[in-house]
């Protein structure tokens, strides 16, 4: 819910359309925003604690599975969510991964995002565009 209603003041719930120009030898890129949709993926991760994840000197292979788009290129946002969030259940906590489609998505405007997010789970001061 806190999601979804984030997702009204951002176009990460729509699909990145491209256009090829007239010299046939660039493309643009835009947003339809159609709400085909962000991604919500809930998993669990069964025997896995967050000390597992948190005490290793290097990440462990497992974390990548905790991030659906991981390896999937920008460009491929025309058919692939430019937002997925998973949260996986661990033994002890949970852990939550955001992916975005840095075509459309800076770190400012990322944090942006979660912020408002946030402040819509927290029911907090309004948010602004």
């Known amino acids: 819910m806190f999601l979804s209603s984030t997702l009204d003041y951002f176009p990460l719930a729509g699909q990145l359309s491209t256009m090829e120009h007239d010299d046939g030898d660039t493309i643009w890129f835009s947003i339809n925003c159609n709400n085909s949709g962000a991604l919500f993926v809930h998993a669990v991760a069964d025997g896995i604690?967050?000390?597992d994840i948190m005490q290793?000197?290097?990440i462990p292979s497992i974390v990548d599975s905790f991030f659906p788009l991981n390896g999937v290129k920008n460009y491929e946002g025309t058919?692939?969510?430019l937002l997925v969030v998973q949260v996986t259940?661990?033994?002890?906590?949970f852990f939550v991964s955001v992916s975005v489609n840095h075509n459309?998505?800076?770190s400012a405007s990322f944090?942006?995002?979660f912020k408002?997010?946030?402040?819509?789970?927290?029911d907090t001061t309004p948010l602004s565009k």
């Open 79 to 81: 058919s692939n969510p």
């Open 56 to 58: 290793p000197v290097y």
């Open 111 to 113: 944090f942006h995002f």
């Open 89 to 93: 259940e661990l033994i002890d906590g």
């Open 116 to 122: 408002s997010w946030l402040a819509i789970a927290c």
């Open 104 to 106: 459309i998505v800076d």
């Open 49 to 51: 604690t967050t000390s």
